[in-house]
Protein backbone atom coordinates (compact mmCIF):
# COMPACT_ATOMS: atom_id res chain seq x y z
CA UNK A 1 0.00 0.00 0.00
CA UNK A 2 2.82 2.50 1.05
CA UNK A 3 4.79 2.01 -2.26
CA UNK A 4 1.26 2.37 -4.20
CA UNK A 5 0.18 5.58 -2.65
CA UNK A 6 3.28 7.66 -1.22
CA UNK A 7 4.49 8.23 -4.82
CA UNK A 8 3.62 10.16 -7.99
CA UNK A 9 4.94 7.57 -10.73
CA UNK A 10 2.97 5.81 -12.99
CA UNK A 11 3.36 3.27 -15.82
CA UNK A 12 1.96 4.01 -19.13
CA UNK A 13 0.90 1.02 -21.71
CA UNK A 14 1.72 1.60 -24.82
CA UNK A 15 -0.02 -0.08 -27.53
CA UNK A 16 3.49 -1.27 -29.07
CA UNK A 17 3.80 -3.40 -25.87
CA UNK A 18 6.68 -1.60 -24.21
CA UNK A 19 6.03 0.56 -21.10
CA UNK A 20 7.16 3.66 -20.23
CA UNK A 21 7.91 4.62 -16.48
CA UNK A 22 7.09 8.10 -15.99
CA UNK A 23 8.49 9.50 -12.79
CA UNK A 24 11.72 8.79 -10.47
CA UNK A 25 13.78 5.68 -10.97
CA UNK A 26 13.26 4.29 -7.89
CA UNK A 27 9.77 4.68 -7.74
CA UNK A 28 8.86 3.44 -10.68
CA UNK A 29 11.19 0.36 -9.78
CA UNK A 30 8.77 -0.12 -6.50
CA UNK A 31 5.65 0.12 -8.61
CA UNK A 32 7.28 -2.65 -10.89
CA UNK A 33 7.59 -4.68 -7.97
CA UNK A 34 4.07 -4.51 -6.59
CA UNK A 35 3.29 -5.47 -9.68
CA UNK A 36 5.50 -8.36 -9.79
CA UNK A 37 4.11 -9.65 -6.06
CA UNK A 38 0.59 -9.48 -7.53
CA UNK A 39 -0.72 -6.41 -6.36
CA UNK A 40 -2.13 -3.46 -9.01
CA UNK A 41 -0.86 -0.34 -7.81
CA UNK A 42 -3.62 2.02 -10.00
CA UNK A 43 -6.00 -0.33 -7.67
CA UNK A 44 -5.14 0.20 -4.54
CA UNK A 45 -4.44 4.14 -5.55
CA UNK A 46 -8.17 4.13 -6.20
CA UNK A 47 -9.60 2.49 -3.68
CA UNK A 48 -7.13 4.52 -1.23
CA UNK A 49 -8.69 7.17 0.98
CA UNK A 50 -5.53 9.85 0.48
CA UNK A 51 -6.43 12.23 3.46
CA UNK A 52 -3.68 14.76 2.87
CA UNK A 53 -0.08 14.34 0.50
CA UNK A 54 2.98 16.65 1.62
CA UNK A 55 5.08 16.37 -1.38
CA UNK A 56 8.58 15.82 -1.43
CA UNK A 57 10.66 18.71 0.27
CA UNK A 58 14.33 19.10 -0.46
CA UNK A 59 14.42 21.15 2.20
CA UNK A 60 12.79 18.18 4.52
CA UNK A 61 14.38 15.80 2.79
CA UNK A 62 11.13 13.58 2.79
CA UNK A 63 7.85 12.83 1.58
CA UNK A 64 4.46 11.79 3.45
CA UNK A 65 0.87 10.68 2.28
CA UNK A 66 -1.52 10.36 5.11
CA UNK A 67 -4.34 7.76 4.55
CA UNK A 68 -7.72 6.72 5.95
CA UNK A 69 -7.85 2.97 7.11
CA UNK A 70 -10.11 0.75 8.52
CA UNK A 71 -8.53 1.35 12.12
CA UNK A 72 -7.65 5.07 12.11
CA UNK A 73 -5.55 6.79 10.22
CA UNK A 74 -1.77 5.72 8.61
CA UNK A 75 1.16 7.49 7.21
CA UNK A 76 3.63 6.83 4.99
CA UNK A 77 6.82 8.59 4.37
CA UNK A 78 9.85 7.62 2.43
CA UNK A 79 12.97 10.08 2.34
CA UNK A 80 16.88 10.32 3.53
CA UNK A 81 17.44 7.36 6.79
CA UNK A 82 18.36 9.64 8.61
CA UNK A 83 16.12 12.05 8.49
CA UNK A 84 13.02 9.69 9.00
CA UNK A 85 15.04 7.43 11.26
CA UNK A 86 15.29 10.88 13.81
CA UNK A 87 11.57 11.25 13.39
CA UNK A 88 10.78 7.67 14.74
CA UNK A 89 9.77 7.46 18.61
CA UNK A 90 9.92 3.49 18.19
CA UNK A 91 11.49 0.85 15.22
CA UNK A 92 11.12 -2.80 14.64
CA UNK A 93 13.99 -5.25 15.73
CA UNK A 94 14.46 -8.26 14.01
CA UNK A 95 11.74 -10.11 16.33
CA UNK A 96 9.40 -7.17 14.90
CA UNK A 97 9.04 -5.81 18.47
CA UNK A 98 8.84 -2.16 19.16
CA UNK A 99 12.11 -1.06 20.70
CA UNK A 100 12.65 2.75 21.68
Given at each position: ?14 E ?22 G ?45 V ?16
Amino acid sequence: EGIAVNSSAYIEKREEGLPVFVGAKTECALLVLSDKLGSSYEDIRKDAQIVRAYPFSSKKKRMSTLIKSDSGYRLYTKGASEVVLDLCTEVLDADGDAVR
